[in-house]
Each structure stands twice: as structure tokens, then as C-alpha cells.
């Protein structure tokens, strides 16, 4: 049997990779090429704040778009590597109440209604903004790529592509070293399908974007995330939703 020819094998690569991710953010007229320099140079240029982005606290605004709804939320946030805390603002500056995640669960404190209820993370999606209460925010903000899950590499005339073995991908910003784009497969178990990144700036040399995209897991459903104001490692942090004695936390 003769070899295939570098033009041909790259086309079979080109395409194996395609049919492995997704068609609306890797498409057939998209011109992609090897890569020639190691994958550890690319992974290494991305921002990774492991064990130094302790914790953080700010405020942003969150429109929340759903089948017959859509909606603006204003959050006050904080957290750290294990929680965070959500406090949420109406339109008209109510707070309608609070979040406290963790790995595995999610507290809800409904001040208007006065209930308090503790779901885990898999059944977040009784609340509009699982997407985001879902996922630790400090891994949200500063997403990170190991080297042993990586597969595939690829890249465009801007970006770099990274096919993981579970079938998902990560745009890689050539220029910047920034994530630009992160897609997972339906089979992953994740509350989001895809996370876009943009407007990255430097917070105390921690280069972070200020606006976030993600995607349902169902993509039905999306929350627009922009962050108005960032402190980055603050000396004190309040993780805990102060709920009256006399609402009772329900266990869903």
C-alpha cells in the first residue's frame, strides 16, 4: 500500500479533527494548519494563576437568555479556590437574594419569597443562572489547559486549536496566549456546552477577561457575564449567606 502524500494526510488530519468538534466553531472553509513548534510552548504562554489567584471579588451585570425570557441581572460577587457567593440585584437595585457554591452543591437564599433551598450542581438548572452558578468562579475567569489533555493540535491564521480527548476544543489567541473560545462535548457531564472570552486586561499583572459568554449544556439557554469591577486576591473575604432562623433550608 503507497503512503498517502503530506497534502493528503494533512487533509485526512484536517478533517478527522473537524469531525471531532464542533461544525459551527471548526468549519470545512476554515484553512487550518500543523503546528511546528511543541505543544508545552503554546500551553505555557496561556495565563495560569494556579496557586497565586487565591480569590476575588467584585461586581458585574449578567443578561440571562432563555426560551420566553430574558433578563438583566446586576451581581455582586466573591470568591476563592472552593466557593464562591452570588448576590444578586434586580434592575432596579433589590436584592432578590444569594448563591454560595461549591464543588458539589449549590445554596439559594430567595429574600423576596423567603425560602432557602441546597441543590447539587447537576440540578442547577432550577435556577437562570446555572451556567454561571455552576462553576467555581476563579476557574471561570482563568480557565486552564493541561498538556496531558490535549490530542490534537491545529491552528488557523490568528488562533491556536486544541482538540482534547474527550472531544472538546479550545481557541487559543496566537497573539495574546489568551483563550478566546472553549467547547466541550455533550458527553462531558459540564453545565455549560461553550465558553467565549473576551475583552481580556491586566488586574496587578493577572490578565483576565471582563467578559464572558457561556453556553447551557442543552444550548437553550445562555448567560452573558461582563465583570464591571475586579479586586484580585483581597485581604478579607465574607463566604457566607446570612439566612434568617426562621427559614428553614429545604434538601432537593
Known amino acids: 500500500m503507497k503512503l498517502l502524500s503530506h497534502k493528503y494526510l494533512l487533509a485526512a488530519i484536517v478533517l478527522l479533527f473537524i469531525s471531532c468538534t464542533s461544525s459551527k466553531n471548526l468549519t470545512n472553509d476554515e484553512e487550518l494548519y500543523p503546528v511546528s513548534i511543541p505543544l508545552n ?10 496557586g497565586d489567584l487565591a480569590s476575588a471579588k467584585g461586581k458585574g451585570r449578567a443578561l440571562v437568555s432563555e426560551p ?4 438583566r441581572i446586576t451581581i455582586d460577587f466573591e470568591t476563592d479556590t472552593v466557593l464562591s457567593l452570588l448576590t444578586f440585584k434586580n434592575r432596579i437595585g433589590i436584592t432578590g437574594g444569594s448563591m454560595l457554591v461549591d464543588a458539589d452543591s449549590i445554596l439559594i437564599y430567595n429574600k423576596i419569597d423567603k425560602y432557602a433551598q441546597k ?14 452558578a455552576s462553576v467555581n468562579l476563579l476557574d471561570l475567569m482563568n480557565f486552564k489547559i493541561k498538556i496531558e489533555d490535549v490530542e490534537k493540535i491545529l491552528q488557523s491564521d490568528n488562533e491556536y486549536i486544541l482538540g482534547f480527548y474527550n472531544k472538546g476544543i479550545a481557541r487559543i489567541n496566537k497573539k495574546t496566549g489568551t483563550v478566546s473560545y ?3 462535548a455533550r458527553s462531558s457531564g459540564l453545565p455549560y456546552s461553550s465558553l467565549t472570552y473576551e475583552s481580556y486586561g491586566e488586574i496587578k499583572g493577572y490578565i483576565l477577561p471582563r467578559k464572558i459568554t457561556i453556553l447551557s449544556a442543552d444550548r437553550n439557554s445562555q448567560v452573558v457575564f461582563q465583570v464591571r469591577s475586579l479586586e484580585v486576591n483581597p485581604d478579607e473575604l465574607n463566604l457566607i449567606i446570612d439566612i434568617p432562623d426562621d427559614i428553614k433550608v429545604e434538601r432537593l
Do not use: A, F, K, W
Open 119 to 132: 441543590v447539587s450542581v447537576q440540578d442547577g438548572r432550577m435556577t437562570n443562572l446555572n451556567e454561571l
Open 41 to 50: 510552548e503554546i500551553i505555557n504562554r496561556i495565563p495560569n494563576y494556579s
Open 68 to 71: 420566553g425570557n430574558s433578563d
Open 182 to 184: 472553549v467547547e466541550q
